[in-house]
């Protein structure tokens, strides 16, 4: 498959999509809004794919939404630009096998909601984050008021929101939106580490604790505790643990067929 905007490539059974707009910063217009949610909508069914890293070309991640495409559209559009953009993000959410943001530059307004529709997120020491939508008279308009929030909590979200300033990676560690910095030199082959450790665990176990972990957030306790018996149950009826529990018990690495 191959894009104007979006490059895919794999190596086993890790695949890496790099945003490839580095003269715009990898910044996303509604062409490359529109080849992620294809290219996104064809992996999803891809079994053999165990984990997806997402990058940028060059120094940025994504600085955000095109703002001289957004200069150009009507704005009646913008409703539309958002559902769309939305969807796309949601079936990055929603993909069964890890997603890992690798945030080697500015991730800003867009991009950093691109980077939270992960699953989680590793930055290098030198990249800079943050949701400039406010200085430009706009709201994040790709889930950022959402996810971000059930990331680090309302309070945090509101600072980094109305503030609209760009902040430091390890700022955006110490308060949970960055998982683990590197030395930007190191981040792509330790996030390639971190990689394929996911990808020798069960592919089943990784897609039920994902939808746990999703859809449990937006419940009681008690709903969440539900939730994760009935996806504890199937886990533990499927041929992965029956596999995992065996490889334990005969001193062996497990073969995980994801069943
Ligand atoms: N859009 C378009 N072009 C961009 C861009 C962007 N977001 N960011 C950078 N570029 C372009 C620059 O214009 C420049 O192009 P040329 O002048 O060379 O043609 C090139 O990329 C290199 O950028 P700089 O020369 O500015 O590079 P610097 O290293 O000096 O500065 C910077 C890097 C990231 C600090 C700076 O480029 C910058 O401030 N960029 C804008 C950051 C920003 O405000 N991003 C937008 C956030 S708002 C919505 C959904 C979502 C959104 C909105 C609506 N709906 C569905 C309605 C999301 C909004 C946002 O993301």
């Not at 939270?116 to 990249?127: E, N, Q, V, W, Y």
């Not at 959402?146 to 760009?166: C, E, H, N, S, Y």
Request: include cysteine.
């Amino acid at each position: 498959m191959s894009f104007e905007t979006l490059e895919l490539t794999r190596e086993g059974a890790i695949a890496t999509l790099t945003l490839n707009r580095p003269k715009a910063l990898n910044s996303l217009n509604a062409r490359m809004i529109q080849e992620l949610g294809e290219c996104l909508g064809s992996i999803r069914e891809d079994s053999s794919i165990r984990c997806l890293l997402v990058t940028g070309a060059g120094k940025a991640f994504v600085a955000g939404a095109d703002i001289k495409e957004m200069d150009e559209r009507d704005p009646a559009t913008g409703k539309q630009m958002a559902e769309d953009g939305q969807r796309v993000f949601q079936i990055l959410e929603e993909l069964p096998f890890a997603t890992i943001a690798v945030v080697n530059g500015f991730a800003l307004g867009g991009g950093l909601e691109l980077a939270l529709a992960c699953d989680f997120i590793l930055a290098s020491k030198t990249a800079k984050m943050g949701t400039p939508e406010v200085t430009l008279g706009l709201i994040c308009g790709y889930g950022g008021t959402q996810r971000l929030t059930r990331a680090v909590g309302p309070k945090l979200a509101r600072m980094i929101t109305l503030t609209g300033d760009i902040y430091t990676a390890e700022q955006m560690e110490k308060w949970g939106v960055v998982a683990m910095t590197f030395d930007s030199s190191n981040l792509l082959e330790e996030a390639k580490k971190i990689a394929n450790n996911i990808s020798q665990r069960s592919p089943k176990a990784i897609k039920l604790t994902k939808q746990a972990i999703s859809r449990g957030v937006e419940q009681t306790l008690a709903e969440g505790l539900k939730l994760e018996a009935e996806l504890f149950r199937q886990a533990f009826v499927s041929e992965d643990k029956r596999e995992g529990i065996r490889a334990f018990i005969e001193k062996r690495a497990p073969h995980f067929t994801g069943r």
